[in-house]
């Protein structure tokens, strides 16, 4: 032990002992005071749902007994605002540190930059330490300097950095920082309301939140599932993945110490010649490169969870249609596999990626609602509701990242349901309605003859739901909307507007990406290089930054400053928003203005995707093998 300092740990989404950065370094200078601050308004219109409120409530209480079995209490704080009740704790316990976890979404970003400057301006010395990332997102870039756009590269240049050794050692005992401020039992916290309890009493049969039991399923996953990921991750309705999402969301589970493990599962199989081991281990980090590359996409471009990343979807008409939003979030859209995935997502907040694919896919492309509509309800209704890995997946189906879906590409539910699903059972389990529909027919019901229908109970349009459209005229509508989207984007471009617009399958070096700098003349308000780095809005406005240096990000112009610069209407030099310059660390009413301002995105012309990272999240890409054109 150090010092006699007495430091505030912090604790947000990183609800663990072992591999806890920020708890270990101050457990090793002193005395603690672990706090948890809940404040629901600061939460905004990311306030947690209810599947994912469980969880938390059943962790922190499996936190708040790991603290005391080492000496120290969980102080649980409700609070209108979360800097208030840090000062409340620092005053009562006399503190003179705070340390925390880093986090990278929108609304964090903005709170921890702010609390750090607020602090600091107190002469309260304040830390932050990476424990949610292998790799931070201001440490990754190309042989430019610029921050990657594909995942492929970007994963590649991953793996061929140094990774942080094994974990930290676990704290043995930890002393406690005396202080007397307002507590709140977990149940003050207003976590979980009674009318909620008994559908969350269900999610307990399936679910053990906790970080022991994070680590108990890493264990059991690594040992008995992980040989056989790579053939079994794309069967639904099966463990057939890890289920460690929500885990890892709530931090309850070190990163590194899950890559860790599997890299030395892979060590060993290696020196067996186990192809199908290392090809399995290879996917399930790659799976984890997911994970990192979402924190790397919304860090870097602050603004894509209110906008796509290429700008080619800012003239869609989307079709705001409330109806057909409920039908789809109710699983009454007449087609088994959707309707099967969204009532599973409803009634155990929990859904395999391929069911999120279908859904998500059927919701843009089908109903054409918008994707931020879906992308909300995914929030609301997920158990590892994850702001940057629900905007990954939503952008990466909608056609707005280089290396995701197609926009134009529709899949057939029909025949994703035989290929993912060739039994029924996965319908059968959650579509009672068709438990006796011969699997046939089971995944297009409209098809069958009336005596099979008659003879399995199934009435169309009565039990169960005629389809909500037939899907050759949402192809049709589909690609109408595209050619809409073009078309305005055209006259806007002849009207002067410069941004382009186009279908991201053959040129999306042509849409827009703001080009952003991560290796020279970074600019953070702590002094460490190790430390949270984070853009400002004032650095973009004043060129220079309060300490002298240019700003972190800026676009790729020739000229130093300013970020903004204008363009002349090619597909290379294109001006940039301010917003989407900024990071989430400034406020979000400047994003959005920023959002719906008129001007025009910087073109990165630099950034390649080769052929392995065209498909972002399947290396198989086996529904582009069937897309909607070949059926039949
Ligand atoms: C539209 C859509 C929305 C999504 N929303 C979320 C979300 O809110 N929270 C969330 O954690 N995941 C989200 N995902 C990603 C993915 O579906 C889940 O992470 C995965 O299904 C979790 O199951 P698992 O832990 O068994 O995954 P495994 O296959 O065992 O993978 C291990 C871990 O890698 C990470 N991972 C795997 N796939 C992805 C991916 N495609 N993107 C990012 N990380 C990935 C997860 O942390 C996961 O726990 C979304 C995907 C889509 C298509």
């Given at each position: 032990m150090g010092s006699n300092s007495k430091t505030i740990v912090w604790f947000r989404r990183d609800l663990r002992i072992e591999d806890n950065p920020a708890l270990a370094a101050a457990a090793r200078d002193g005395s603690i005071f672990p706090v948890f601050i809940w404040c629901p308004k600061e939460e905004g219109q990311f306030y947690p749902g209810r599947v994912s409120r469980w969880w938390l409530k059943e962790s922190l209480v499996h936190l708040d007994q790991s603290l005391r079995s080492l000496g120290v209490e969980l102080v649980l704080i409700k609070a209108e605002n979360t800097l208030d009740a840090m000062f409340e704790c620092i005053n009562a316990t006399g503190a003179t540190k705070v340390v925390f976890n880093r986090l990278y979404d929108p609304v964090s970003l903005v709170r921890d930059h702010n609390i750090k400057q607020k602090l600091g301006e107190q002469n309260i010395a304040v830390h932050s330490y990476n424990g949610d990332l292998l790799y931070e997102p201001w440490e990754v870039y190309d042989e430019k300097g610029h921050a990657f756009t594909t995942f492929a590269p970007f994963w590649d240049k991953c793996l061929s950095m140094q990774l942080d050794p094994a974990s930290l050692p676990t704290p043995w005992r930890l002393v406690p920082a005396a202080g007397s401020v307002k507590r709140f039992s977990i149940e003050e916290l207003g976590l979980e309301n009674e009318s909620e309890k008994p559908s969350n009493a269900l999610l307990r049969r399936a679910w053990t939140p906790g970080w022991t039991n994070a680590n108990k399923a890493l264990a059991e996953f690594v040992e008995q599932q992980l040989l056989e990921y790579s053939k079994n991750r794309v069967k639904v309705g099966g463990n057939s993945t890890s289920l460690l999402s929500p885990y890892l969301h709530f931090g309850e589970l070190s990163v590194r110490k899950v890559f860790h493990s599997v890299q030395m599962k892979q060590l060993l199989w290696a020196n067996e010649g186990n192809s199908c081991g290392l090809e399995s281990a290879k996917m399930f980090l790659r799976a984890i490169g997911f994970r990192e590359y979402s924190r790397y996409l919304c860090f870097n471009f602050p603004f894509t969870h209110e906008r796509p990343l290429l700008s080619n979807l800012k003239y869609f008409p989307w079709n705001s249609d409330q109806a057909l939003f409920k039908a789809w979030r109710q699983g009454q859209t007449g087609y088994p596999l959707v309707d099967a995935g969204m009532r599973e997502l409803w009634a155990t907040g929990w859904t395999h990626n391929r069911m999120r694919v279908i859904v998500a896919t059927f919701c843009v492309k089908v109903l054409l609602l918008p994707w931020r509509w879906g992308m909300k309800y995914f929030w609301d209704t997920l158990l590892d509701a994850d702001l940057e890995c629900d905007i990954l997946g939503w952008q990466y189906i909608s056609g707005s990242l280089p290396d995701g879906h197609d926009l134009h590409r529709l899949d057939d539910p029909e025949l994703q349901g035989s290929k993912y699903d060739p039994e029924g059972d996965y319908i059968r389990q959650w579509l009672p309605e068709l438990a006796r529909m011969p699997t046939e027919w089971i995944h297009h019901p409209w098809d069958a003859p009336a005596s099979v229908l008659k003879s399995a109970g199934v009435e169309l349009g009565f039990n169960y739901s005629k389809p909500i459209i037939d899907i050759e005229k949402a192809q049709e509508k589909l690609i109408e909307a595209i050619c809409l989207m073009q078309g305005k984007a055209g006259a806007a471009e002849t009207n002067g507007n410069s941004e382009v617009v186009v279908?991201?399958?053959?040129?999306?070096?042509?849409?827009s990406i703001p080009k952003v700098i991560l290796k020279e003349n970074p600019t953070c308000v702590s002094a460490s290089s190790r430390d949270q780095r984070v853009p400002s809005m004032q650095n973009l406005n004043n060129n220079v930054s309060p300490n002298g240096k240019r700003p972190r990000v800026s676009i790729?112009?020739?000229?130093?400053?300013?970020?903004v610069k204008a363009c002349n209407g090619n597909t290379e030099a294109i001006s940039v928003r301010e917003a989407d310059l900024c990071?989430?660390?400034?406020s979000s009413s400047a994003k959005r203005q920023a959002t719906s301002s008129s001007s025009s995105l910087c073109v990165p012309h630099t950034y390649s995707v080769s052929s392995k990272g065209k498909d972002l999240f399947n290396c198989e890409s086996s529904d582009a093998k069937h897309p909607w054109k070949e059926r039949g």
């Open positions: 279908d991201n399958s053959e040129n999306f070096r042509k849409s790729e112009d020739g000229t130093p400053e300013p970020n990071s989430t660390a400034d």
